[in-house]
Nanobody, 118 residues
Framework: EVQLVESGGGLVQPGGSLKLSCKASGLTFSSSAMTWVRQAPGKGLEWVSVINRGGGRYYVDSVQGRFTISRDNAKNMVYLQMNALKPEDTARYYC????????????WGQGTQVIVSS
């Protein structure tokens, strides 16, 4: 059974930082492309960042230069370092596994809430 468990969310002031973590199990992690997707209150899902099995990275324009995605294949972990946070980054952040090299998601975590507010 594939499980993705996120942690690291919380309340942070604008300009602050948080690091989200996602622990994966039940899959061949090193062969998996992983992604962070977020959903702000009252809005749809938004791709935030992707890291493929070779370490290639993608970021949505709104987080480019502020967020960094990384992975540790030895620990089956994927991370999202978020710096210079803005109120518009407030959302529930989901870790997900992509199907092959596609943009299709086959497994989701339960999400972790990030609130950026003074």
């Amino acid at each position: 059974e594939v499980q993705l468990v996120e942690s690291g969310g919380g309340l942070v002031q604008p300009g602050g930082s948080l690091k989200l973590s996602c622990k994966a199990s039940g899959l061949t992690f090193s062969s998996s492309a992983m992604t962070w997707v977020r959903q702000a209150p009252g809005k749809g899902l938004e791709w935030v960042s992707v890291i493929n099995r070779g370490g290639g990275r993608y970021y949505v324009d709104s987080v480019q230069g502020r967020f960094t995605i990384s992975r540790d294949n030895a620990k089956n972990m994927v991370y999202l370092q978020m710096n210079a946070l803005k109120p518009e980054d407030t959302a529930r952040y989901y870790c997900a596994k992509l199907v092959g090299s596609s943009w299709l998601v086959d497994y989701w975590g339960q999400g972790t809430q990030v609130i950026v507010s003074s």
